[in-house]
């Protein structure tokens, strides 16, 4: 399946397209999250004002956006903005006010943190599913074996396997990963 | 990149990078629109009736929940500055 452009999903947005608000939300959810919570390191209660209202600004000024494929770097401002409001209103010092382009938690890694997560919605569902609840969820072996109905002394393969077909997405022109069933 | 990491080592840190938020979170911000909406309609009504408005100069935050409306920090603000206008 191919995931609409950043501008077919601003456009649709635009035209009142709930499924298209609900798809902009899901695609960007992960990275308005990790922009406060990790670059800017907002509490939680904070946090979750702040990633309310990053979404609340993309609803209102969706029309004031120039080019769709902008939305990434768009969103990204609002919530370096919204966070460093927050900080401001807490009378906390503002400590990465300017994120460092390649810092550990920048702004940079998550964008490229952003086309991973793309390419893995392109993988097969099962191995979209076993990847992000090794890495992104943190669930052990064992539990992913048990929700997913696999023996636990396989999780370790399909999880190998499944990486090497991220790459293979990735580095299109690579020798792809071994075509093994099961995800 | 280290030299050390493995590619796929690499991508694993990557997809460590971008945890799900709380799903709460995100169907918060899906309902938006639906919130706006009704939120234009409250404001509506403020705009046509002075004891309702009255109500929302002392209280909004009760206002809002009497309404049936989540009184969250950026709904209230959105009220607030109609308000001032």
Redesign the interface.
Known sequence: MIAASDSELVARCRAGEAAAWDALVDRYARYVHAIVTRVYRLPPDDAEDVFQEVFARVFERLDTLRDGDALRPWIAQLARRCSVDALRRSGREVPVAEPPEDGDEGLARLDEAMSVRAALDGLSPECGEILDRFFCRDESYRTIGAELDLPSGTIASRIARCLGRLRDALEPGRKPAATASGG | MDDTVT??ER??E?????????SG??E???Q??AA?RELATLWERIEHDELLRAKAIADLEALLRAEGVEP???VVA?LRTRLEE
């Open positions: 590619p796929e991508l694993a990557l997809l460590r990078a971008l945890p799900a938020p709380p979170w995100v918060a911000a899906k938006l629109p706006r969250t920090p950026t959105h």
